[in-house]
């Protein structure tokens, strides 16, 4: 290759990075916010290298990225990938109905995270009690409300606005909710009203909310608003909404101020969740102290919030 075609690649290849970390260039005195916010080193660790992987994988794609700043070490991973093989085969998991011949694949990446490694609690830190009230916000086919249930949830709340999505979480509500779960057939945001859902048809955990395009219009609430009228309390809340997660905290804030519920919310839709939504958080209730783990090499990066 020519000097010519090599100092142009290099030089190309300067912008595209450049480019790439002006968000972070951008809003840096908050993201030193809040990795100071975190409360032991190996949250800020992770931290950090999540906001490498996330501006990496929109260049290069996650597979790739977790070459350079995987969060989770492989070996780690094949070992909850095949206790799921194990656990699945002798029934200690639920065997859920799911798009992909309406029962999950054995080694699904899901039921690693979830019910391996509990990504939606911070042990000992952010934990479900028994009997707590858990809003299962993004509840896609109930995997997460049934996880709730065996961690000892007295009652849980599923979110869900995907009509797909609802056939099978009634199904395996059905089955495996042990009569503690209610869903919900809505989505989550600022305000109540309505919005388009944007689908994927075999796909149910990839819907998310968006002002307007192509799909079905669904009806959405702001929890404050649900939470009042129907007189529940939470004491815990996850949030996995696809990129919706700043809107629906935003509708939930007079619940978070009031009750202070523990928070198990997904930050790796979006790169500028991972500062606007702790920001967000502190502003609400000072008190919340902070932690975050990843338990997928792609996805699955969340922040865990409690008093």
Known sequence: ????????????????????????????????????????????????????FMVLSGRIGGDNAIRYAGNVPLDEWAGALKKVETMLAS??????????????????????????????????????????????????????????????????????????????LRRNIARYGQGRTDIVMMGLGAESGSMALSVKPGHIGSTRLIDAGEGVTVPVVALDDWLRENKVKPDFIKMDLEGSEVAALRGAQAAIVEYKPRLAICLYHRLSDMWVIPAMLKAMVPEYRFWCRKSHPVWEFVLYASI
């Open 1 to 52: 290759m020519s000097v010519y075609a090599t100092a142009r690649i290099q030089q190309l290849m300067g912008c595209v990075i450049n480019q790439a970390v002006l968000p972070l260039v951008e809003n840096s005195e908050v993201v030193e916010k809040v990795t100071k916010w975190l409360e032991d080193e190996a949250s800020r660790e992770q931290y950090e290298r999540e906001l490498v």
């Open 91 to 168: 029934g200690e998991l639920p065997a859920l109905a799911y798009p992909d011949n309406d029962n999950y694949v054995i080694r699904d990446s899901g039921y690693a995270s979830l019910f391996i490694l509990n990504q939606y609690q911070h042990s000992p830190f952010v934990m479900l009690r028994e009997g707590d009230v858990f809003l299962d916000c993004g509840a896609c086919c109930g995997d997460s409300a049934i996880w709730a249930l065996s961690k000892g949830a007295g009652k849980v709340y599923s979110f869900e606005p995907d009509p797909e999505a609802i056939g099978y």
